[in-house]
């Protein structure tokens, strides 16, 4: 039995999805009755996801995919909308976190982090735009849904983030554009920003020398979970067909920044 809910017959595309935050959300979209697609690099991730999903009476198909690849991305929405034959939410929830100072830093880090936090889900949504569009105007619910997971590192340029501080207040420039351009034709476009999140693995992913110089000089208090964010998303795209949510910044209580 495919689960029922409120996103009953919606399709969602969720990047980012073999751990964490898109994993999460992956779930809580299906809870609510949506067919998801689960993307990532990791196959093995993404089937343990998908199978877990369906035993719990959802659906998922596990799409194996580097969301900085041009044509695998063509491709992967390509077959979405044939296989499913409309798509009606895109969750842009890649990203990558490579802490350290400026100086003397790596450029290629930089490089890595504007290939995923800013091209990979602006290519995906200019690729998913059309489809979407199409879901507003002819679908049941004439609603379609764009999401991007931003960061509260928009607000404030941290000493050791600021390229990845940088990415996020781009994608939350891009997103408002976006908005102003498709709201009259019923594609909302939201960006959920969180704060400290855990357990992640985006807080691993910097150079070990980086890390072990960082290790204890920040304290959120009591995090937020993965699944605190996942909601966040969830509520967004749950909205009638005449409410948006464009941005909603989800922290700790006790995180100070």
């Known amino acids: 039995m495919t689960a029922s809910g409120p996103l009953t017959g919606r399709i969602a595309l969720v990047t980012g999805a073999s751990s964490g935050i898109g994993a999460a959300t992956a779930r809580a979209l299906a809870a609510q009755g949506a067919v998801v697609v689960v993307t990532a690099r990791r196959a093995d991730r993404l089937e343990a996801l998908a199978k877990e999903i369906g035993a719990t009476g959802g659906e ?10 041009q044509h695998r991305c063509e491709t992967m929405v390509a077959e979405v909308v044939d296989r499913y034959g409309h798509l009606d939410v895109l969750v842009n929830n890649a990203g990558l976190l490579l ?3 400026i100086e003397h830093a790596p450029i290629y880090e930089w490089r890595q982090m ?3 936090n800013l091209f990979a889900g602006w290519r995906l949504t200019h690729l998913a735009l ?3 569009l199409a879901a507003a105007e002819h679908g049941s619910r004439q609603v379609a849904d764009v999401v991007f997971v931003g960061s509260v590192g928009r607000y404030l340029a941290g000493p050791v983030s600021g390229v990845y501080d940088a990415t996020k207040s781009a994608v939350a420039s891009f997103a408002e554009s976006l908005r102003k351009q498709v709201a009259r034709r019923h594609v909302r476009v939201a960006v959920v920003e969180p704060g400290f999140v855990a357990p992640t693995e985006l807080p691993t992913q910097s150079r070990p020398e980086i890390l072990s110089a960082l290790s204890g000089n920040f304290d959120p208090g009591t995090p937020i979970t993965p699944e605190d964010a996942a909601s966040a998303v969830v509520f967004a795209v749950g909205q009638p067909r005449h409410a948006a949510v464009s941005n909603l ?5 006790e995180q100070l920044d």
């Open 99 to 101: 802490l350290g100072p």
């Open 114 to 116: 504007v290939e995923v």
């Open 249 to 253: 910044v989800l922290r700790p209580t």
């Open 130 to 132: 059309p489809h979407l």
């Open 60 to 69: 998922a198909w596990a799409y194996e995919a580097d969301v900085t690849d």
